[in-house]
């Protein structure tokens, strides 16, 4: 099994900074597709941000240039550096792993899914 818990999120101005971290634990992560994902309020949950296993990234239209994704150096924690910020990046923002090396932007891939962490720009 794989757990997943997220920390860092917040209340921020617009324009401001925050960084999001996503503990790992489980062995079976090992080697596998990490990403972000939110959903607000009435909205369905979107794409953010996604790493492969060997580091390959994609990050949505709409967040390009402000967010970055990035992971641990023992691949355990997943991190959102978000910058930049703006009122329509208010969200639950969740983290999740992909069971295998291949990664997808689409939610439904991913197995395993954390609890989430809100982010209010205002």
């Known amino acids: 099994d794989v757990q997943l818990v997220e920390s860092g999120g917040g209340s921020v101005q617009v324009g401001g900074s925050l960084s999001l971290s996503c503990a790992v634990s489980?062995?079976?992560?090992?080697?596998?597709?990490m990403g972000w994902f939110r959903q607000a309020p009435g909205k369905e949950r979107e794409f953010v941000a996604r790493?492969?296993?060997?580091?390959?990234?994609d990050t949505a239209d709409s967040v390009k240039g402000r967010f970055t994704i990035s992971r641990g150096n023992a691949d355990n924690t997943l991190y959102l550096q978000m910058n930049s910020l703006k009122p329509d990046d208010s969200a639950m923002y969740y983290c999740?792993?992909?069971?295998?090396?291949?990664?997808?932007?689409?939610?439904?891939?991913?197995?395993?899914w954390g609890q989430g962490t809100q982010v209010t720009v205002s």
């Open positions: 999740a792993v992909r069971l295998s090396s291949v990664c997808y932007n689409r939610a439904e891939t991913f197995e395993y």
């Open positions: 489980g062995d079976e992560y090992r080697g596998l597709c």
């Open positions: 790493i492969s296993v060997v580091g390959t990234t």
